[in-house]
């Protein structure tokens, strides 16, 4: 199969004054980029200063995988129904973290979701240290909330809808059920409306 | 047999020594692993629609009220991406870009290939915001690297700048991440891999108990992790030749990672990183090797050694400006000399002078005497106001003592009630003093109040400290150790010039323009986090020793004001409060309503309710028109 060659360099255009001083930006503008790139990754969230200009989160690499703490729980969404008839379900899990297997090398479409809760629970829970806002009117409370109302309204698909329901943000130690979970956020009770 | 050994040793040793990577191959070898990886990740993405709609982590209709609200133009054009056919759409380009790139088309196609796969990376991260990880970074770099690399085919030497940048943000990717690693508590003590791997999201149940039963090996493990990560620019000594061994341990790394961890694609994707890494650290390839290629240019390192190096001279040069204002001072500054040799920094504002007693401002652990701004200003309408810096913060020096040429000894809240004390008497001049504290200068105020009872005849709690708190509140004690943490780290950084990284504190615009150089000069100044970093350590040890009972009893009134959502975050520092003001007979408690801990001082309607609670206080205190009228009894200290 043939491998895909690169065309023959320029010599004579490479002498030329204007390339020279393109080929100078460039290297000052990679380089002012790996400084950047350095410069934004210090331990403490409160040095980010140049990342506030990166909005995307594309443009200056995060490398701090792990570090300086790695993640040492899970976080759980667990919800419990109020039915139709006024009784209560117990609480119970809302998704579950896939079991570990060999396939995951090659594929693991769960995994998005799986990070995906980390990142709105770690967002709701440094929103939720601020007394000023209104959790329940926040992006990724809604998120969960409707998550769960996803779950229930499934669950219940063939009976009558329930009243409402309540969830609760946990997070646990994993596969060391020893000790008790740290029960984070409990939302208010939430109705559901018949539309459905 | 011999047949099979000899197979084995040569993979090995073309494993270990392979024949130089040339650009090309470079690039292909970077591009393809890259290519894989988007695949992967856009068949992840196809397989799973239910994430993008109504109950779904990634449903665009909540999630984009956070870029709208920032940047409203991009948020309009991500809107329109992240309809449902234009996300599908772009995951199945994704899928046919990569396919192309694996087979063996060339030149421009391949250019506009990975440029289209770099651009999907730019369109679709913020849609899919939750659940992105490393590799959607490791990804559109190598992508993008090839892009620009086949963008750029004719000049072999900017072919070099591109590959080389790519290289060190390689090491950087390792090395950093390592370095960081080291600041955590878990990576040091060995706890950390068992702690990831106890988790079920990104741990496995048969290696969690291993590495329980086995804490040596668990330590072993994580120090070999460490110094892979740590020591990653090695592959850069020795002519490169111990690269190929790094890199395939590295690979060995993801590889377990994939099985325990549930990371397959961070196997390709760093994969994708390696080539440029071997292209870069090979040392014949400074040479002209007769494969028809130009020796590889290496100016890009030594281009960004130079702007790092300029950066930190710039850094260093700000830290020095910044710190010789700090020292200089406000103008109109008085400096005084306590017993112990610190010099404080006063502002006196009023100069009433006559009977009124003067108030006192002793401002928290962190903080400046600048917070006291919008309630001192208040007050000085009213009667003289004093604010200062405690030893050590702003202009204010700290020379520990030494007795007999002995080292010093280490810091106390007594010193800090000996220097306050000392000041008093210096600016009372025999008139009454009200001390105000905030947070710890709340109970600095009541232990210098207990040892000059004479002098200080009030004093006025702004959400105090209490030193039973971190044993009576459980939310007090779990921050401990992360402020400890955090702390050590900040004054060396900001000696390093890192200064002009920190970014302001939100708080800063509620105060004035005249204050906010001056706070940020401090902020950014290491010293600031060196007296917060002593003063910690100090009040953490005395407080967790306090046993109840011990709070002593003073005869003049306390006036203790809570913060609204102190009480709301935290009932326990409500009741703490109540118990600072019942150290006297004559107390009074109020509560700021809406107000949390920091904006109770700068914030300025609830900074002037503080001060007019204050001037109650004075005016309770100051002598009646009657008693004006006679000669006043000197008021002995």
């Known amino acids: 199969m043939p491998r895909p060659r690169l065309s023959r360099p320029d010599a004579a255009a490479r002498l030329r004054p204007a390339d020279r001083v393109a080929t100078a930006a460039l290297a000052v503008g990679l380089g002012s980029w790996l400084v950047a790139t350095a410069a934004s990754q210090h331990p403490h969230r409160a040095f980010d200063g140049l990342r506030r200009r990166d909005p995307i989160g594309l443009g200056l690499p995060n490398w701090r995988f792990f570090a300086p703490e790695p993640a040492q729980h899970d976080y759980h969404v667990l919800h419990r129904v109020l039915h139709a008839d006024g009784t209560q379900s117990p609480w119970v899990e809302t998704t579950t973290i896939a079991t570990r297997r060999w396939s995951h090398v090659f594929f693991f479409a769960d995994r998005r979701r799986e990070k995906g809760l980390f990142d709105v629970a770690g967002e709701l829970l440094t929103l939720m240290a601020d007394p000023r806002i209104e959790l329940t009117r926040t992006v990724p409370y809604e998120l969960l909330r409707n998550a769960v109302e996803l779950r229930v309204r499934a669950d219940h698909r063939d009976g009558p809808v329930p009243r409402g329901f309540q969830f609760l943000l946990a997070r646990h130690t994993g596969h060391d059920e020893a000790p008790e979970p740290d029960y984070l956020i409990a939302s208010p009770f939430v109705a559901l409306e018949d539309d459905q | 047999m011999g047949g099979l050994r000899r197979r084995a040793a040569r993979l090995v040793a073309d494993a270990l020594t392979p024949a130089p990577i040339g650009r090309d191959a470079a690039i292909t070898r970077m591009e393809r692993l890259s290519a894989l990886t988007y695949l992967v990740a856009s068949v992840e993405y196809l397989v799973r629609p239910g994430d993008r709609r109504r109950g779904g982590l990634n449903d665009w209709d909540i999630a984009k009220r956070t870029l709208h609200a920032r940047m409203p133009r991009t948020a309009r054009v991500v809107d329109v991406i992240a309809r449902r056919e234009v996300t599908t759409a772009m995951h199945l380009a994704r899928c046919a870009t990569a396919l192309v790139l694996a087979g063996p088309r060339g030149g421009r196609t391949r250019g506009a290939g990975d440029a289209l796969l770099a651009a999907s990376s730019l369109a679709l991260h913020t849609r899919h915001h939750n659940g992105t990880d490393g590799t959607d970074q490791v990804i559109f770099i190598s992508m993008s690297g090839a892009a620009l690399a086949r963008a750029l ?50 741990g496995d149940p048969r290696m969690w108990q291993l590495l329980t039963r086995q804490p040596r090996v668990a330590r072993v493990l994580g120090y070999a992790v460490l110094a892979m990560e740590c020591l990653f620019a090695v592959v850069y000594a020795g002519k490169g030749r111990i690269a190929p061994a790094w890199l395939h341990s590295t690979t060995l790394f993801h590889l377990i990672n994939a099985r325990v961890m549930g990371l397959g694609r961070f196997v390709t994707a760093f994969a994708s990183m390696h080539s440029p890494v071997l292209y870069t650290s090979d040392a014949r390839r400074r040479r002209a090797l007769g494969d028809g290629e130009p020796p590889r240019d290496d100016t890009l390192p030594r281009v960004t050694a130079g702007l790092m ?62 917070f006291w701004h919008w309630s001192a200003t ?13 030893a050590g913060y702003g202009p204010s020096t700290y020379a520990p003592r030494r007795v007999n040429g002995s080292p010093r000894r280490t810091w106390s809240l007594d010193d800090a009630v000996a220097d306050l004390v000392d000041l008093v008497r210096h600016v009372g001049s025999g008139r009454p003093i009200v001390l105000a504290g905030h947070s710890i200068g709340g109970w600095i105020a009541l232990r210098a109040a207990h040892e000059a009872p004479a002098a200080i005849q009030g004093v006025a709690l702004v959400d105090s400290s209490h030193p039973a708190e971190i044993q009576r509140s459980s939310r007090q004690a779990k921050g401990q150790e992360a402020i400890t943490q955090n702390l050590v780290l900040m004054g060396p950084s900001l000696t390093l010039g890192l200064g002009p990284l920190l970014e302001p504190p939100e708080w800063l615009g509620l105060l004035p323009k005249s204050e906010r150089g001056p706070l940020m000069d401090q902020y950014r100044d290491a ?12 009040v953490s040890s005395e407080f967790e020793a306090f046993t109840d009972g011990d709070l002593p009893r003073l005869a003049c009134p306390i006036l203790a004001v809570t913060a609204g959502y102190t009480a709301l975050l935290d009932p326990i520092q409500e009741e703490l409060h109540r118990e600072l003001a019942a150290m006297s007979p004559h107390s009074e408690h109020v509560v700021v309503p809406r107000i949390d801990h920091e904006r109770i001082l700068f914030s300025q309607p609830a900074a002037e309710t503080v001060a007019g609670h204050i001037r109650d206080l004075v005016v309770q205190l100051s002598p009646g028109p009657e008693e004006r009228r006679a000669a006043p009894a000197p008021v002995t200290t």
């Open chain 2, 378 to 390: 208040a007050l000085a309408e009213h009667c003289d106001v004093v604010t200062y810096a405690r």
């Open chain 2, 153 to 202: 085919q004719r000049r072999p030497e900017r072919v070099d700048a591109v590959l080389w940048t790519v290289a060190l943000q390689t090491t950087m990717s390792y090395g950093l991440s390592g370095w960081v690693k080291l600041a955590g508590p878990s990576w040091r003590s060995g706890a950390a891999l068992p702690g990831v791997a106890r988790t079920r999201t990104y």
């Open chain 2, 527 to 538: 010293r600031l986090w060196q007296a917060g970093l002593r003063e910690w350590r100090a």
């Open chain 2, 309 to 370: 190096a300029g950066a930190v001279g710039a850094g260093l040069f700000a830290q020095s400006g910044r710190r010789r204002r700090v020292l200089a001072g406000r103008d109109g500054q008085e400096r005084f000399e306590t017993r112990a040799g610190n010099v404080l920094a006063l502002t006196r504002r009023g100069e009433r002078g006559g009977d009124m007693p003067v108030v006192v401002f002793e401002h928290g652990l962190l903080c400046c005497a600048e």
